[in-house]
């Protein structure tokens, strides 16, 4: 006997998505919490800030799967709204292995590196960084070790104020261009990015 799957059109889909609303308090982006409520994302902001107030190479390195492809996707859209040029390096899965590497550091010339979606273990990474005297900021949403990296760090899960600690690394990407447009004081829609978010929340 085959299966019997439920027919989908677009009312029922509206319907099943409405009913996740019903118990939830956040149905508009007003409701969001605020980025200030991850620990340490406002300081990394006014890094970033005054990097760019001082020309300072930025470069981005992301992960491999799609959510680090969206978080350098979303900032580098948002550093083109900025007209502010960056690098944006993705480590080969092969070569470099996961995360900030020294094969990744050695390939990037620049003053400043954010990473997204990775970093929280980049023990080696990070005092390498020191060594060359690279600013190093790390945006990531997996699981911290007892031991941290020596940089600057915002993690959901090492943030008490912040309630959701499992978003995705492109959501606190999202997070901190919501925090440099702040820390900037510009205008910029964080709407526009929010289909490359749902790719990556999806």
């Avoid at 308090?25 to 006014?46: M, Q, W, Y």
């Avoid at 005092?127 to 911290?144: A, F, S, Y």
């Avoid at 090492?158 to 997070?175: H, T």
Wanted: charged share 20%.
């Amino acid at each position: 006997m085959a299966l019997q799957l439920p027919q989908l059109d677009y009312a029922s889909v509206e319907s099943l998505l409405q009913s996740r609303f019903v118990e939830d308090t956040i149905t508009r982006l007003n409701d969001l919490p605020l980025p200030e409520s991850l620990a340490n994302l406002a300081h990394i902001a006014r890094e970033i800030q005054e990097a760019i107030a001082h020309n300072q190479r930025i470069a981005i390195v992301g992960d491999y799967d799609v959510d680090g492809v969206v978080s350098c996707a979303i900032l580098d859209a948002f550093f083109k709204k900025i007209n502010y040029p960056i690098a944006v390096e993705i480590p080969n899965r092969f070569a470099d292995g996961y995360g900030l590497s020294q094969s990744v550091i050695a390939r990037l010339d620049c003053d400043v590196i954010i990473t997204v979606d990775n970093g929280i273990n980049a023990i080696e990474a990070a005092q390498i960084c020191k060594e060359r005297g690279i600013t190093l900021l790390i945006t990531d949403h997996h699981t911290p070790q007892e031991v941290l990296p020596d940089a600057l760090i915002c993690n959901p899960k090492l943030s008490k104020d912040f309630p959701e600690p499992e978003i995705c690394g492109a959501c606190v990407a999202w997070y901190l261009c919501a925090a440099l447009k702040n820390a900037m004081q510009i205008k910029v829609s964080m709407v526009e990015f929010l289909d490359l978010l749902a790719l990556a929340i999806v």
